[in-house]
């Protein structure tokens, strides 16, 4: 038996067979119809209709409610049709064929990272944007405090988080956490200038539950802030997906041993000949 059940997520059913051939399980989000043999966030319980929010969270939630104790290997990963997981050794750089994407990308956990509990994606540093892309963002708060742009050690993760999702949200968020993770997790944003993205991981089933018991409560109570119906732009209408992208780092470095791999961005359409 595989000791890693690894899930693709698409919006385009087109895909499906695409991922299949990848050897992952394919998940298709969003309105557009899937066949039968592609997971989904819609049946049994579910928050499916809040997808154009919480993003891939929708099927983490269905896996909470449906189907973790169906998954029987140790280890589960999510991926997405344009973004991968590579082998910690690969030299493969551009990937220009199907089957360069097909032997580099990661579909087991090899021997050597089985004392880690959780791979996340390389650090994704918030304090090397252009000047310009932080301007057009939020150009006031520029205006209002233009050392932050001379001095990169004060572009941290909760300067880019109002930048581009919100002056104070992020700090209105983190308020309605609990005790044992409000200070630390405020600590990191405010400390920290790069986090793991994409809202990819494969970690451990026995962490999983645990994380989706700490991580879904919160976002619900979000939803008290935030809402969905005001949500306009990019940057706010997926506001409880970024949200829940810093808090994975934080929460997965906070409580396990982690190993971080290059993510791929490689969209599988572009290999039309399959």
């Not at 087109?14 to 991922?19: L, N, Q, R, T």
């Not at 990661?106 to 509990?117: S, T, V």
């Not at 026995?206 to 949500?231: Q, S």
């Not at 209408?237 to 190993?259: D, H, Q, T």
Request: charged share 30%; with cysteine; aromatic share 18%.
């Amino acid at each position: 038996m595989k000791n890693l059940t690894f899930f693709c997520l698409t919006l385009n059913p087109e895909h499906e067979s695409m991922i299949k051939k990848l050897s992952y399980i394919p998940v298709g989000l969003g309105d557009n119809k899937f066949s039968e043999d592609c997971f989904t966030d819609k049946k049994g319980e579910n928050i499916a209709k809040k997808n154009p929010n919480y993003g891939e969270y929708t099927f983490h939630y269905w896996i909470w409610k449906n189907y973790l104790e169906n998954i029987k290997s140790e280890w589960v990963g999510f991926c997405q049709y344009r973004k991968f997981f590579i082998k910690e050794n690969s030299k493969e750089t551009n990937f220009n064929s199907f089957n360069s994407l097909n032997e580099n990308i990661m579909k087991d956990i090899p021997e050597d990272l089985k004392n880690y509990d959780c791979i996340l994606g390389e650090q994704s540093y918030v304090n090397n944007f252009k000047f310009m892309k932080f301007f057009k963002q939020n150009p006031l708060k520029i205006i209002f405090s233009p050392s932050y742009m001379f001095k990169k050690e004060k572009r941290n993760i909760k300067y880019h988080f109002d930048i581009f999702h919100g002056e104070g949200h992020l700090e209105s968020a983190i308020n309605l956490l609990d005790q044992e993770h409000k200070e630390d997790f405020k600590n990191f944003v405010e400390t920290r200038s790069s986090f793991n993205p994409h809202n990819m991981f494969v970690c451990k089933k026995i962490h999983l539950k645990r994380y989706y018991e700490t991580i879904f409560p919160w976002l619900k109570k979000c939803e008290d802030i935030f809402g969905f119906h005001e949500l306009k732009g990019y940057g706010m209408k997926r506001i409880y997906g970024f949200l829940a992208e810093r808090f994975l780092s934080y929460w997965f470095l906070k409580n396990f041993k982690v190993k971080e791999l290059p993510i791929i961005v490689k969209n599988v359409s572009d290999y039309k000949d399959l």
